[in-house]
């Protein structure tokens, strides 16, 4: 459901005519999916989660876009779970 389900295209047309506001939406759906993502990993995998902090914001909203300019097709939902699988996984326990 959301923004995740639109057509990568329609990011693409909706980003040119407004860019700042686009991407607000659009990346804000995108960390609660990355942050949902890791909490299912964490609990399934005990310790394990993705490391998000090691791309700026930036990186990962140029990541988005140039993936939805490459494939308009796919589902927005598409472009974020392939950033999402570019981060490291990381196993780190507290002490």
């Known amino acids: 459901m959301g923004d995740g389900t639109e057509l990568c295209a329609n990011y693409v ?9 686009t991407e607000s939406v ?5 960390e609660g999916y ?3 993502r890791n909490i299912d990993t964490f609990v399934a995998d ?5 490391d998000l902090s090691v791309w700026s ?7 988005i876009r140039q993936y939805c300019d490459n494939h308009p097709l796919a ?16 196993t780190d326990q507290p002490n």
Do not use: G
């Open 75 to 90: 589902e927005f939902s598409k472009a974020v779970k392939t950033l999402y699988e570019q981060f490291p996984l990381r």
């Open 34 to 36: 990355m942050s949902a």
């Open 46 to 50: 005990k310790w394990a989660f993705r």
């Open 57 to 63: 914001v930036e990186e990962q909203k140029r990541f």
């Open 26 to 30: 659009y990346f804000s759906w995108a």
């Open 13 to 21: 047309k909706l980003y040119a005519l407004d860019p700042t506001h």
